[in-house]
């Protein structure tokens, strides 16, 4: 699987996290850990992304 692709599904998954962080269903309570298990997910998918984005840069660089 190519870095863009991975890129691509980070941006998803931290788009569905974020969602669920804004959009809290009315039925469903979030406890205090549930909202900091997410946040900590949705920097984990950050950082990787970053670090798939610099690995296509380095890529890209190294091609030049």
Request: proline letters at 0%; glycine letters at 4%.
């Amino acid at each position: 699987m190519d870095e863009n692709k991975i890129i691509e599904q980070l941006k998803s998954a931290k788009s569905t996290i974020v969602s669920l962080l804004e959009n809290v269903d009315e039925n469903y309570i979030f406890d205090g850990k549930d909202i900091k298990r997410l946040r900590k997910i949705l920097g984990e998918i950050r950082l990787m992304e970053q670090k798939a984005r610099f690995q296509v840069e380095t890529f890209e660089t190294a091609i030049i």
